[in-house]
């Protein structure tokens, strides 16, 4: 899949030629709507309301699709932890048949979703998260250690934002146009997108490897074996933990406003309209989007990194203030619910694409990014998990909306003091390495690990 026989692939040979407004064009398209195209067969399924609860022994009942929604996150998580090891060390020529097997294995675990009777279907839920949480990793490798890599990173970002709420928009008009049932509705939204993910593939598997120039900005990335993995975590522990502490709440702040968006809508009085799912995230991709991408125009690594906390920053900030705002009536639900949005993903986006990626740069560590977004990956959906089941069982009667103002406040907080301790942890580690005065954006593609 990666080359034709008889040499490099006419696509290929182009590319590596091609400006970079061409190649960079290419390949946002190409990760753009891989990506987009994989939340079809993830996240259409949350848009139905499955009423019920289910009996569990030794435990009280719980909230259906409460139920469902952690079976596949439980898998999602599974993947995760399981992508620690295999992202991090598989190698370039492998992916692109890898992301095919992946969503083939999870559009087969929808069909037997829709086909097995209540509860026992999330069994197939649970089944069809475990290969969806490897696909973020695979397509962003295809992205990393470039030059333009915050702007293709930003634009790969972009479209998990915009799709949660346009595949929500689909799996509704499915049930209410095509008729079909909501447990048949996640698998026939997974069809109408499987010809869009593999052309996608198809584009990304064509795309070259980082150049010379490329590796001398960013510094070499290499598979990490598991030696490497633990140098890595060990030698940067506080300023690694500090991260994965706020991703934990950024995560469960965004799976819990993106799984139940339809309640806190209804609650704010949007009863029964679809396209609200798609609505604000569009304003919500673009500042995104604009934010990150022009962190590209950065140059130097060290500088680069204290921007992305920066923006980071910004937004945990103005989850809390807009939260404030909202209550005290000074903006409209729908602005409420922009500007969270747009927070969360501020703070929530860079880990995703480019804060690990100028992080490695700065301190000069030869590896993969991908290592260190799964690490953050598996522990904030395993804290998703454990907020869901605080909401069940915890605090069964509180309304959805009032949960979610009181935990946007939580997360404000706690995320803004990690992200200060994060960045004043690397920050003095990069001046350890440069040196006050040294640019940070001299090769270091022969350099061995830090």
């Known amino acids: 899949m990666m080359e034709e026989k ?18 960079a064009t290419y390949a946002i398209f190409a990760a753009f709507m891989a990506y987009f195209a994989m939340y079809a067969f993830r996240k259409p399924f949350s848009v139905a309301l499955f009423p019920g609860q289910v009996a569990l022994p030794f435990l009280p009942p719980i909230d259906y699709k409460i139920f469902l929604i952690i079976a596949q996150v439980v898998g999602y998580t599974l993947s995760k932890f399981t992508g620690i090891k295999v992202i991090s060390e598989m190698e370039a020529k492998h992916r692109a048949w890898a992301l095919v097997g992946m969503i083939a294995a999870a559009e087969a675990a929808l069909l037997l979703f829709a086909i097995t009777p209540k509860p026992y ?9 475990i290969p969806l949480g490897m696909i973020w990793g695979l397509v962003f490798a295809f992205l990393e250690g ?17 799709a949660s709420g346009v595949v929500k928009s689909v799996g509704d008009a499915v049930i209410k146009y095509l008729h079909f049932s909501e447990y ?14 593999l052309l996608c593939v198809w584009m990304l598997s064509l795309m070259p490897p980082p150049s010379v120039e490329d590796e001398a900005l960013r510094t070499k990335r290499a598979p990490m074996q598991r030696q490497d993995r633990w140098v890595f ?6 300023g690694l933990i500090a991260l994965i502490v706020l991703y934990i709440f950024l995560t469960t702040y965004r799976d819990f406003r993106d799984n139940f968006a339809k309640e806190l809508w ?5 009863k029964g309209v679809p396209l609200i799912f798609t609505q604000t995230e569009i304003y919500v991709a673009f500042g995104v989007m604009i934010a990150l991408a022009l962190i590209m125009w950065v140059k130097t690594n060290r500088r680069a990194m204290v921007v992305v906390h920066g923006i980071m920053l910004f937004g945990s900030v103005m989850i809390g203030v807009s939260t404030m705002a909202f209550q005290a009536q000074m903006i409209s639900p729908v602005v409420w619910m922009t500007l969270v949005g747009l927070g969360l993903y501020l703070g929530y986006v860079p880990f995703g694409c480019m804060l690990f990626d100028r992080l490695l740069a700065a301190i000069r560590f030869v590896g993969t990014s991908g290592f260190m977004i799964y690490v953050a990956d598996s522990f904030g959906y395993l804290g998703s998990v454990v907020l869901m089941l605080y909401k069940n069982f915890g605090q069964p009667t509180l309304p959805w909306l009032k949960f979610f103002v009181q935990y946007s406040y939580v997360t404000s907080v706690l995320c803004s003091v990690c992200f200060v301790f994060s960045l004043v942890y690397f920050y003095r580690i990069a001046l350890d390495v440069h040196g006050a005065d040294e640019l940070d954006d001299i090769p270091a593609a022969s350099e061995g690990k830090a």
């Open 266 to 270: 209804t609650a704010l009085g949007y």
């Open 146 to 162: 470039r030059r333009l890599s915050e702007l293709l990173g930003a634009g790969l970002s972009a479209s998990y934002i915009l």
């Open 121 to 129: 279907n999330a069994l197939f839920l649970f089944a069809n998260g």
């Open 184 to 197: 048949w509705m996640p698998f026939i939204t997974g069809l109408f997108f499987l010809p869009l993910f």
């Open 6 to 23: 008889r040499g490099i692939h006419p696509i290929t040979r182009w590319l590596e030629k091609a400006s970079p407004f061409a190649f």
């Open 233 to 238: 975590f060990s030698r940067f522990a506080p």
